[in-house]
């Protein structure tokens, strides 16, 4: 009986070809998670109706969308202007009904439209709003969310530019405290990060005499008109409503503004 042959490993190199297999099969396996990861990080919130209806002029309010930025103009003219840096992931158009609020007050708005949607990538977009409108003499910047703390670090870097900071949802990414600005602070009671936006410590980092303005049944989204994040708790009161709280609050400090210069 012939004895059985002894079982032996696959040669070196056959061994090197199977792990380089096993790599490669892995390194692309991560590439596809990153470039899925990316492309869901930078898909920007949905936009609701509403907002494309109120980017339609009118006899009081007259609307241009040039120059990468939405520009709600009374039409009686404004010698006060509002900058408004969007949250991240939404589209500038996603605050037209709430910006349209204000300007109908009688204040210029103006939204830039951001790099990805994401006003970190372009903090100072304030500048080429402010050079485009010499007609306006005192103006605010402010922002929802990831925006407002791009606003607080505006203001941080051009105090002598700005006379008034607005934080819807958000808290200054920057210290302000010495700035002189009027600032204040909207935020729904809602809001999963309503803790933060109002804590000591946030609120070290703006002037001493911050307006904070709490919108009852309010939560994060709602500032805007956009589908809003999976985390948000629901709004205990209507998205109009909860927008009509936070201009009358923004109208109140363009109104302490005006004149400022």
Do not use: C
Not at 5 to 12: D, F, G, K, N, Y
Not at 52 to 67: E, F, G, K, P, W
Not at 130 to 140: D, G, L, R, V
Not at 225 to 251: L, M
């Amino acid at each position: 009986m012939t004895a059985p042959e002894p079982m032996t490993s696959p040669p070196a190199a056959t061994r090197g070809i199977r792990w380089r297999r096993v790599i490669g099969i892995a390194l692309l396996v991560l590439v596809a998670v990153v470039a899925l990861g990316a492309i869901w990080f930078v898909q920007p919130q949905q936009v609701l109706p509403e907002a494309d209806a109120a980017l339609i002029s009118s006899d009081t309010v007259l609307v241009d969308q040039t120059n990468g930025r939405i520009t709600f103009a009374p039409a009686d003219g404004a010698t006060t202007g509002f900058i408004l840096y969007p949250g991240g992931k939404v589209p500038a158009k996603g605050y037209a009904t709430t910006a349209r609020m204000i300007a109908e007050e009688g204040y210029l708005v103006v939204i830039p439209e951001m790099p990805l949607n994401f006003a970190v990538l372009d903090t100072n977009a304030a500048d080429g709003v402010i050079a485009a409108h010499p007609e306006i003499t005192s103006w605010a910047i402010g922002g929802h969310s990831l925006g407002g703390a791009m606003a607080g670090s505006y203001v941080a870097s051009h105090p002598d530019a700005i006379d008034g900071l607005v934080l819807w949802a958000a808290y200054s990414a920057s210290d302000v405290a010495d700035s002189g600005v009027a600032t204040v602070v909207v935020y729904g009671t809602l809001d999963s990060g309503a803790g933060r936006i109002t804590s000591p410590d946030s609120l070290l980092l703006l002037p001493h005499d911050t307006v904070v303005t709490p919108i009852v049944g309010g939560n994060h989204a709602n500032f805007g008109s956009y589908t809003g994040q999976p985390n948000d708790p629901e709004a205990t009161i209507p998205r109009e409503e909860q927008q009509r709280q936070a201009a009358a609050a923004t109208v109140a400090l363009l109104e302490s503004i005006s004149g400022a210069n």
